[in-house]
């Protein structure tokens, strides 16, 4: 008698279940967002920014080779969309998708806490540029 081959399931952005480690909500949601550089490439989508060029110029200087690897992620994860806008060379566009902005509010919630906890003491940030609503 044949064994049954087990269902693939998938959660909402339609990712296999082994790509996780846990069934906990927060520890995947770490699977895709929880590295060191990845939610300052959703910040400077959230600000506006779109190009590799632009990414690159951040002040925390990611490294292009980490960029690459933090936007294919963010692309196959269904976080970003990239448009081309050249094509000789090849450029493109990054743009977040509806899971993508739904975002936002960690990154809010995230500059809220650093403000009040770890502000640096030589930055005025009266003039964030992120619409805080």
Known sequence: MAKKKKKQETCPLGLPSEKFRSPCPVARTLDLIGDKWTLLVIRDLLLGRRTYGEFAE????????????????????????????????????????????????????????????????????????????
Do not use: C
Request: glycine share 4%; proline share 11%.
């Open 58 to 133: 951040s002040p925390e200087a990611i490294p292009t080779n980490l960029l690459a690897d933090r936007l294919k992620k963010l692309i196959e994860a269904g976080l970003v969309e990239k448009r081309p806008y050249q094509t000789n060379p090849p450029r493109y566009e990054y743009f977040l998708t509806k899971a993508g902005k739904e975002l936002k509010v960690v990154v809010l919630s995230m500059l809220k806490w650093g403000l009040k906890h770890v502000p640096d003491p030589n930055v005025d940030y009266s003039k964030i540029p992120f619409d805080q609503s």
